[in-house]
């Protein structure tokens, strides 16, 4: 029997994602908040280019505020499928960065279940798709999700995922996202929760809703149902993340949210010349200090 023929090099995107809605429902006894999410993939990718040999870990990043040390989430990723798959070898990654940093759109999640995903493939698949799940679940909530390539619903602690096929209501639709230049720390604004406590006990149900429209081809019927608990504590400390979805919304998106965590504002749009229009009406009224892109859902 030949032996299975090993990859010496692999380049992967990895893509970043929006919440269509975010529902805290409290804080649970471990620690961590319950909530219900409808995650949506976004065609703005980062790309990880492995290359076999060498000796442990070597990580470079295009980002020098990012450091590459223990705390990055790609070393921590690698670190933990070498382990798993008891492979002794080296492995040198570099990560070309173009998902801002701290900006809740998931962009150390998705580098760290791709590393994952890339890792096993330039090693010839030592690890099961269960494996690299509870691997991932490890690593953080959002990194289970980015192990696939579909809208999903999250719940629990975010890790326990229910793919979902794309939504008719977003065909043909472009999100225009909008990252102010500062990034919002995930574990403050969770932590701010408790000074809200509407936002920090949502209702249940809420994202099954969304499901259900989204479903159907209404997208300004779902967009109505956009939530994001975590804009509670956001919106109130940087009131121009609010300003900028009451613009947006004045002029031409159907549906305007905080993504995640924060700091970036996503628009919903219907079709590429509305995003690029959009984009330049925001230009001229906030200038270009902004970070922004038009990306097709």
């Not at 173009?98 to 962009?107: Q, T």
């Amino acid at each position: 029997m030949l032996a299975p023929f090993l990859l010496m090099t692999l380049t992967r995107p990895s893509p970043c994602k929006i919440n269509l809605l975010l529902n805290i429902l409290g804080k649970r006894a471990d620690g961590f908040h319950e909530l219900e999410t409808v995650m949506q993939p976004v065609g703005l990718c980062d790309e990880l280019q492995f290359k076999r040999g060498g000796h442990g870990i070597q990580l470079t990043c295009s980002e020098s505020s990012l450091p590459v040390d223990s705390t990055n989430l790609v070393r921590r990723a690698a670190t933990a499928f070498l382990e798993a798959a008891r492979i002794g070898g080296g492995v040198s990654i570099h990560l070309q960065k173009r998902i801002p940093l701290a900006a809740g759109l998931g962009g150390g999640s998705g580098n760290a279940a791709n590393t994952l995903l890339g890792l096993n493939q330039l090693f010839g698949q030592p690890l099961t798709a269960v494996q690299l799940g509870e691997l991932a679940a490890g690593l953080g909530s959002d990194v289970p999700f980015f192990l696939q390539d579909r809208p999903a619903l999250a719940t629990g602690r975010g890790a326990e995922i229910v793919p979902l096929g794309f939504f008719p209501a977003l065909q043909g639709v472009c999100v225009f996202l909008v990252y102010p230049g500062f990034g919002i720390p995930t574990a403050w604004a969770y932590q701010e929760l408790a000074k809200h406590p509407g936002a920090l006990n949502g209702r249940p149900g809420r994202a099954q809703k969304l499901v259900a429209i989204l479903q159907t081809a209404d997208l300004e019927a779902a967009g109505k149902e956009f939530y994001n608990s975590l804009e509670a504590p956001a919106l109130n400390k940087y009131p121009l993340l609010a300003l900028f979805q009451e613009f947006l919304k004045a002029n031409g998106a159907v549906a305007a949210l905080m993504s995640g965590s924060g700091s970036t504002t996503f628009a919903l749009v219907k079709g590429r010349n509305a995003g690029e229009e959009l984009r330049e009406k925001f230009r001229s009224g906030f200038g270009g200090a902004c970070w922004t892109a038009v990306v097709p859902l």
